[in-house]
Nanobody, 122 residues
Framework: VQLQASGGGLVQPGGSLRLSCTSS????????IGWFRQAPGKEREGVSY????????YYPDSVKGRFTISRDKAERMVYLQMNNLKAEDTAVYYC????????????????WGQGTQVTVSS
């Protein structure tokens, strides 16, 4: 299983970014995908989840209404559209996958890609 996040960068408050996660080595339709982030000195937290079918999505309150997760079966890609970014969104963002249902328990996501840095600053 391989995942790779990309698309991070420096953006001003109120701006937008779209992160991408490429995947290989597993049956894409059988795995849920999550986006997580980790800021310096803080624990890794989930920010968006999408089920294997794409029908179920979950967002914590901290990003609800600003972040949108989607998946493209043909391209084996998962995206995270981030709008109205805030300074507190600054972190390294990771995509992860697991067989089975979405779970908010970070420890239950077994496969992780390398992260991409998102910095929100004026």
């Amino acid at each position: 299983v391989q995942l790779q996040a990309s698309g991070g960068g420096l953006v001003q408050p109120g701006g937008s970014l779209r992160l991408s996660c490429t995947s290989s080595g597993f049956v894409f339709d059988d795995y849920a995908i999550g986006w997580f982030r980790q800021a310096p000195g803080k624990e890794r937290e989930g920010v968006s989840y999408i089920s294997s079918t794409g029908y179920t999505k979950y967002y914590p309150d901290s990003v609800k209404g600003r972040f949108t997760i989607s998946r493209d079966k043909a391209e084996r890609m998962v995206y995270l559209q981030m709008n109205n970014l805030k300074a507190e969104d600054t972190a390294v963002y990771y995509c992860a996958t697991r067989s089975g249902e979405i779970t908010p328990k970070t420890s239950e996501w077994g496969y992780w890609g390398q992260g991409t840095q998102v910095t929100v600053s004026s």
